[in-house]
């Protein structure tokens, strides 16, 4: 009897457990070349079992196992990819999330609740999956939005509670990568005012690398918020797999690459929480940044590719709409101008053909005018003593000129010599109790304080309100945060990188909101604000302050990695002057074009050429701004570089090929094009020539079928210093 009871219980016990197990949940977040594939575990916690090339088979994701990485010693471990790392559990490397809940406690241990899916206008889906601490009452949604064509995936977290007091959040990343790969190597980009976008490569080894800026605004200025990664060898330009990535967030942050003791690599993207503990109330939601990245079989060239549609098609602010040709004057007047000037600048701008005059720093603050970098910046009303008529004679000249108007400023800036900064000490972020340290002579406004966001935000709305027929704003940004104490945030200091930048984005959703057709340049001292979200706002953005043209064919060798050449804003100007017209504004015309110069100091030809170049750009602008980039030769390995465009439809491109500094009879070689339908016939035109010369490029009008041009090549390279080519090629 005793027997057929404990069989019976037995029996009951195996029933009840095998309606207990419940299969692994796969959470596939896919685009049409890859996917990230996401598993629950028996333990109730989710893991990424897979990140790579699209899978052809579903069958196969159970395979894919959570714990597989886990023993290498083949032990049955429990260690593996958590989705969402989180602190003081059995990982020892870098967590996602670290916190201490209300009653002290450091440890967080998330379980899977539940994902859900959604289709964003049919071209994307969004899954959200939902996460839970299984002892405290915290939540964790993940948020993945994956472009299916364009093969981007971005993913940001939400963190909340509902502990009885605020919790911690110490470490709260916008998302966790992880590889496993014999070796991985890194690219970077470094340094700083007039040296932006600079790539150099390392082999990772054990232990962290970290990419992060503590510089809270002007926030890109030494480390760029981009990465590439290649597998076996550093990653390269057309061939192998690589993946790139970035986060959008406009202050500090911070990307760790860290290899654990089993060789794995994890990558973690966020705000750094560098001085940035974060109290969050009960019912408060923290939303961290984007995580974007890519990732691709064939090097970076397509990655960069993936990049570019993306953010034409969804991120960058009117990213499928035209572009302004302008002319500006901080390069050629600086500081020194009066309406006259200006009103002269206008006519030469539309003599050259350009479409819009912009009128840079310099043109504001009475009481203490800003006639050099010490004064004026918070006084936003025109300085009259240049300016008799104020921004609406501006307005009114640019008319009679006919061109647009643009104007820049810097609102999130004080200078201590300032009505603003007379009234409203309290309003800009310095110590009470230290000598303070000035960045230029200015400091950063409180923007943690709304009062300070609706002023900010009163400076653009102002302006526009007593001018409205206003085409265009730079919107500058020359000083980190310095002197790090809010007089507002009082005794949550370690809130201030973070209030600081929300309130920024505060301002730019306002007047996005307000002004939806205004396009406005991003620019920080340069290119140190380079980031997607702030490029939501933002329909393009200064690269650099450096337009040495052969300065510019790195720095633009390196943005175009991750942006779309028409957000790339490239000027002419004096600077280098032993490259001629020609070669600077070649170097110029491949991304969004403008000039900086005193069309005076230009010779007649020179001036010809330049209104010649205008009118090409403005024929060619479909290719330019909205057509594919390839990068064909790097200025990094050869004295050359060479680049191209060419439109979707593939019936236009336009090779753009530079000789820097060659070496005496150094051996040319023939550039390979890319991107072309290899049946159709081209037919190649040297363009940009200066008035009355003849084209030197030996193949000049020749007719070649696209496969020809790819795969054999044309010579448009010299050995002379300092030459350049665009090249038009058009299908027959
Ligand atoms: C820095 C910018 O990068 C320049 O283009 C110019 O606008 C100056 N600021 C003006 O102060």
């Excluded at 915290?138 to 064509?149: C, D, F, G, N, T």
């Excluded at 510089?215 to 760029?224: E, K, T, V």
């Excluded at 800036?413 to 960045?439: C, G, Q």
């Excluded at 890319?674 to 040297?686: C, H, I, R, S």
Aim: charged share 25%; aromatic share 12%.
């Amino acid at each position: 009897m005793r027997r057929i009871l404990s069989l019976a219980l037995i029996a009951l016990f195996a029933i009840s457990a095998r309606a207990t197990e419940v299969a692994n949940e796969i959470i596939r977040i896919a685009t049409d070349a890859t996917d990230l594939i996401l598993s629950t575990a028996p333990n109730g916690r989710l893991y990424q079992v897979y990140l790579g090339p699209k899978l052809l088979h579903p069958e196969d994701f159970a395979k894919l196992s959570p714990y597989s990485r886990a023993g290498s010693d083949g032990s049955a471990a429990t260690r593996g990819w958590e989705a969402y790392m989180t602190a003081g559990m059995e990982d020892y490397f870098e967590p996602a999330l670290q916190v201490t809940h209300a009653d002290g406690n450091m440890s967080t241990l998330l379980k899977y609740v539940s994902s859900e899916k959604k289709s964003i206008d049919g071209n994307a889906e969004e899954t959200v999956i939902t996460l839970k601490d299984d002892y405290y009452p915290m939540e964790v949604k993940l948020h993945y939005i994956s472009y299916a064509k364009e093969n981007i995936i971005k993913t940001w977290s939400e963190i909340s509670h509902t502990e009885k007091k605020p919790v911690l959040l110490h470490r709260y990343a916008s998302g966790i990568i992880y590889f496993e790969r014999p070796s991985y190597y890194l690219t970077e980009f470094s340094g700083d005012w007039a040296q932006e976008m600079q790539m150099s490569h390392q082999q990772l080894q054990f232990g962290k690398k970290m990419i992060d800026t503590k510089l809270g605004s002007r926030a890109a200025m030494h480390a760029y918020p981009f990465f590439e990664l290649g597998f076996g060898e550093p990653a390269k330009e057309d061939a192998g797999e690589v993946v790139m990535g970035t986060i959008g967030w406009t202050g500090n942050y911070r990307f760790t690459f860290e290899i654990d003791n089993l060789k794995n690599l994890r990558v973690l993207a966020g705000i750094n929480p560098f001085a940035s503990t974060y109290e969050l109330k009960p019912g408060e939601v923290f939303t961290t940044p984007e995580f974007i990245f890519t990732r691709s079989d064939n090097g970076k060239g397509e990655a960069s590719r993936y990049f570019h549609d993306w953010a034409r098609n969804y991120q960058l602010r009117d990213g499928k709409g035209d572009r302004l040709t302008l002319l500006n004057n901080w390069e050629n007047t600086a500081f020194k101008f009066d309406e006259d000037i200006l009103a002269g600048l206008m006519k030469e701008a539309k003599h050259l053909g350009v479409d819009m005059f912009l009128l840079d720093d310099g043109w504001f603050a009475n009481k203490y005018p800003r006639n050099n970098d010490r004064a004026g910046l918070g006084d936003w009303e025109a300085m009259k003593a240049k300016l008799p008529h104020g921004v609406p004679g501006l307005v009114a000249k640019a008319k009679e000129a006919g061109v647009k108007f643009g104007i820049w400023i810097e609102p999130e800036m004080v200078n201590p010599k300032s009505e603003l900064f007379e009234k409203h000490p309290d309003w800009a972020i310095h110590l009470p109790n230290r000598e303070t340290y000035y960045y230029r002579n200015q400091l950063v406004l409180d923007l943690s304080n709304p009062e300070v966001q609706d002023y900010v935000f009163g400076v653009v709305d102002r302006i526009m309100t007593e001018n409205p027929d206003i085409a265009y704003f730079k919107w500058d940004c020359n000083s980190p945060i310095t002197n790090v104490y809010s007089p507002y945030l009082k005794e949550k200091q370690s809130q201030l990188y973070v209030d600081h930048v929300r309130g920024v984005y505060n301002v730019f959703q306002r007047v996005k909101e307000k002004y939806p057709n205004l396009p406005m340049m991003l620019c920080s001292g340069g290119g140190a604000r380079c980031d997607y979200e702030a490029l939501k706002y933002f329909t393009e953005f200064w690269c650099s302050d450096n337009t040495d043209p052969v300065e510019r064919l790195f720095i633009q060798w390196g943005f175009s990695q991750f942006f779309p050449t028409k957000a790339m804003c490239a000027h002419v100007t004096s600077w280098n002057k032993r490259a001629s017209i020609k070669f600077r504004t070649d170097v110029a015309m491949m991304c969004k074009l403008g000039f900086d110069i005193g069309l005076k100091e230009l010779a007649p030809d020179e001036l010809t050429y330049c209104q010649n170049a205008v009118a090409n750009y403005k024929r060619l602008k479909p290719v330019i701004l909205d057509g594919d980039f390839y990068r064909l030769v790097s200025p990094y390995e050869t004295n050359h570089t060479a680049v191209m465009h060419v439109s979707k439809a593939k019936d236009k491109a336009l090779v753009y090929a530079y000789d820097i500094y060659p070496r005496f009879a150094e051996k040319t070689f023939a550039v390979k094009l890319q991107g072309l339908d290899p049946n159709k016939q081209y037919k190649v035109e040297e363009i940009n020539l200066m008035p009355g010369a003849k084209s030197r490029f030996a193949q000049n009008g020749q007719i070649f079928s696209g496969d020809y041009l790819m795969k054999v090549g044309l010579y448009a390279f010299t050995t002379q210093t300092l030459q350049s080519r665009i090249l038009e090629v058009t299908a027959q």
